[in-house]
């Protein structure tokens, strides 16, 4: 297996953005300056920040901090967690003389004095007002517990000016207060500005560089405070900021701090960000070519082959020519001639299981490292845990199921459910194996033996089996996993799903393997309220295949223990609204409604479904959908509706 956290060495070709970062850093002309790491949850963000840490720290006379925003997230100003790091850093780390270190500490301690006026300037102006006028006993306690001098000045300013006017209301006294306050913050920012200019340069410090990692996991307010701590206080010469984020994640903490702005929001998000962060550096997703490549050099790297030869390897993805930009830069035949006697069959057989999987890894994970490797951690995991019970499990063979697994849920669920009932040996998933083969392969007969003839198996499996259900051989996704090597026809299927329960459990197995907007999103979508789901459905469009099949399963699993799936608020609705987003789900949406109780359906239902059809493959499965509520015998309202509707499409 390999490990989750950020790569120690490049296996992704990420030199060239590390060559962008580092070229804004180190031009003198360019600071003070702010750098975005930009990229989705698990693109190589860390690692790429890693990367240039690494690099940056070979220059002695230059500071390098790294400040992770969520291990602050419970402090109660994000600003004061942020510089007090900073400075505290710069003080104790650098290499100085006892008396450049003296006046180092002298500086560091006025501005960590600075930092808490700050903070108590948060309180804000109507506290100190209260005190003021009335002695607020809580008032009097928040100051004197936080030994706040500045606030008692400012409020025995407020007292004399009340002695002054005897007539001034509490109206005139808050504007007082507020107008002095901010007057105070302008005047103790640009003395900050000063003296922690006054220590980089005490300090000796030809560079001050700050790493700021994980921002898109803290709350709204906690990444708008960091960013405006950077531009308020931090932002002096010879700085430079490099903050890893996704940039979807930080423009939606825009709108939600700032909703009174006007104008568009995603508008709005865009260019607040922009002010804040002058240089983006976007972290693409990776292409079909560089997954493979990835994912062989995974696989090499856990072979434990000697160092020189994986570094050769590893050269062959970071420093390709040109034209070799885009295509597998490491496969089978390129690691046979580097390995030479250090290729292993084992590793053949895995470099040839990459690339069978790769593109559809590519396309469905929108080449994300991260969930590439996850993946992978699975597969070898399941591998590793049969072998415990003394099973081989077939490694292609349980990819391939994998891939149902992760893309098409309900399909997943429901041959999960058939091989069970047919000895691990369905016999419609042979029967459309061998559809498919003879339609490729126009002339050849059908074969009349054990895989092909079995009949379909009895009861309510017989009305949704796969050889005969064409949502999966008209869903093209699925067509072509049917279609992929290896065949399952005659396979044993049950160990490789006894391996696999933990998806067909709880909910939290499938929260866990979505990215952090898309956890959100499904928090989002489950909340009351029309106003709030239909801003939440304009976000499905932002996730990969992915996780927006996962959303989908995770609302499928809510469905199936709802009572009431006729209410305004079902996560029926819910789900078909979803669908209407992601119109690559609409198979998977008619499989969860064919094994719905038929008892517990709305009779609206039906017509939704024809309006939700648009293409006529769609039609095709809704029509199939409509014939089986129409012979249904336990919902006779359900039953009148499919028949009006199978009439109009």
Request: hydrophobic share 40%.
């Amino acid at each position: 297996m390999w490990s989750d956290n950020e790569a120690e060495i490049d296996l992704l070709g990420f030199e060239h953005l590390k060559g962008a970062v580092l070229s804004i850093v180190n031009d003198k002309n360019l600071l003070p300056a702010s750098v975005g790491i930009y990229g989705d949850w698990g693109s190589g963000k860390s690692s790429l920040m890693k990367m240039v840490r690494e690099e940056l720290e070979k220059d002695k006379e230059i500071a390098v901090i790294s400040f992770n925003g969520w291990l602050f997230e419970g402090y109660e100003d994000a600003k004061t967690a942020l510089i007090g790091t900073i400075i505290e850093e710069i003080v104790e780390k650098r290499t100085l003389s006892s008396e450049a270190k003296t006046e180092a500490k002298r500086l560091g301690f006025r501005l960590l004095k600075k930092i808490q006026v700050f903070r108590l300037l948060s309180i804000g102006a109507k506290t100190a007002s209260a005190y003021a006028i009335g002695g607020s006993p809580v008032a009097g306690t928040v100051l004197a517990t936080e030994g706040a001098s500045y606030l008692s000045e400012l409020v025995n300013t407020a007292s004399e000016e009340i002695q002054k006017s005897k007539d001034m209301s509490i109206e005139d006294i808050d504007k007082f207060l507020k107008k002095e306050t901010e007057n105070n913050v302008r005047k103790n920012i640009r003395e900050f500005r000063k003296d922690f200019a006054d220590l980089i340069n005490q300090t000796k410090i030809k560079t001050l560089v700050v790493l700021i990692d994980d921002l898109d996991r803290c709350l709204p307010d906690s990444i708008i405070e960091t960013l405006e701590a950077i531009k308020l206080f931090l932002f002096v010469p010879n700085t430079a900021f490099v903050i890893g984020a996704d940039e979807r994640l930080v423009r939606y903490a825009v709108r939600r701090r700032f909703p009174e702005l006007p104008g568009e929001k995603t508008e709005v998000g865009q260019d607040y960000l922009e002010k804040l962060v002058q240089y983006p550096v976007r972290v693409p997703p990776l292409g079909r070519a560089e997954i493979e490549s990835y994912i062989n050099l995974l696989f090499t790297k856990k072979e434990n082959v000697p160092a020189d030869k994986f570094e050769e390897a590893r050269r062959c993805v970071t420093e390709c020519s040109p034209k070799d930009l885009l295509e597998v830069r490491y496969n089978h035949g390129i690691a046979q001639k580097i390995l030479g006697q250090n290729f292993t069959a084992e590793l053949g057989n895995s470099l040839a299981l990459a690339q069978r999987i790769a593109p559809v890894l590519a396309a469905g994970l929108t080449g994300n490292p991260r969930q590439c490797k996850r993946f992978l951690n699975t597969l070898v995991m399941r591998v590793n845990m049969a072998k415990t019970k003394k099973i081989d499990l077939n490694p292609s063979i349980l990819a391939k199921l994998m891939l149902l697994e992760r893309f098409y849920t309900e399909s997943y669920r429901q041959l999960a459910r058939i091989q069970g009932e047919q000895g691990g040996k369905p016999s419609e998933l042979a029967l459309a194996e061998e559809s498919l083969r003879r339609e490729s392969k126009p002339g050849i007969p059908e074969e009349k033996n054990e895989k092909s003839s079995s009949s379909v198996s009895e009861g309510n499996s017989q009305q949704i089996s796969i050889g005969q259900n064409s949502e999966w051989l008209s869903d093209p996704g699925l067509k072509d996993w049917i279609e992929s090597d290896p065949p399952l026809s005659g396979e044993d299927l049950r160990p490789y799903f006894y391996f696999s329960r933990d998806l067909l459990g709880p909910l939290n197995s499938v929260v866990q393997r979505m990215s952090p907007i898309a956890q959100e999103i499904l928090s989002d979508l489950l909340k009351p309220g029309k106003a709030q789901f239909k801003i939440t459905l304009k976000r499905a469009k932002d996730l990969s295949s992915g996780d927006s099949g996962s959303v989908f399963f995770a609302l499928g699993l809510r469905l199936r223990t709802e009572d009431d799936l006729g209410k305004e608020e079902s996560i029926l609705w819910k789900l078909l609204d979803w669908v209407n987003e992601r119109r690559e789900l609409f198979g998977q949406l008619i499989i969860i409604l064919m094994e719905l109780p038929e008892t517990n359906l709305p009779l609206s239902l039906p017509p939704r479904i024809v309006n939700l059809s648009k293409s006529q493959e769609e039609k095709s499965s809704t029509r199939r959908l409509l014939e089986k509520w129409n012979i249904s015998s336990g919902n006779p309202r359900l039953k009148a509706s499919a028949k009006i509707q199978l009439s109009k499409i």
